[in-house]
């Protein structure tokens, strides 16, 4: 059974950055894609980027692209998101999912688990 746990979400200002985290326990992930969903008050969850677990290929929208950064070490099973520059409409909860294929989507159904989320709130 997999299991995804996300951390290092808060409250930060306008500006700053934050490192989310999503720890993964269960099979071997690499033949697993990976994906970051947030989901703001009132909003449908939106992806927001995704990695391929067995060659690291990220995957952006055109919003996050040159914001957010994903990746993901082997090693602790774990994988990251690094938000710079962040913006009041970022605020929402940020979920991790897994899918058991190796390509990344974008919609939520594809995805087999998630995670519960963390908080980030972006204060003006």
């Known amino acids: 059974q997999v299991q995804l746990v996300e951390s290092g979400g808060g409250l930060v200002q306008a500006g700053d950055s934050l490192r989310l985290s999503c720890a993964a326990s269960?099979?071997?992930?690499?033949?697993?894609?990976m994906g970051w969903f947030r989901q703001a008050p009132g909003k449908e969850r939106e992806f927001v980027a995704g990695?391929?677990?067995?060659?690291?290929?990220?995957y952006y929208t055109d919003s996050t692209k040159g914001r957010f950064t994903v990746s993901r070490d082997n090693a602790k099973n774990t994988m990251y998101l690094e938000l710079n520059s962040l913006k009041p409409e970022d605020t929402a909860v940020y979920h991790c999912?897994?899918?058991?294929?190796?390509?990344?989507?974008?919609?939520?159904?594809?995805?087999?688990?998630w995670g519960q989320g963390t908080q980030v709130t972006v204060s003006s």
């Open positions: 999912a897994a899918d058991s294929s190796r390509l990344v989507a974008i919609t939520t159904i594809q995805y087999d688990y």
């Open positions: 269960g099979p071997t992930f690499s033949g697993y894609s």
């Open positions: 990695i391929t677990w067995s060659d690291g290929n990220p």
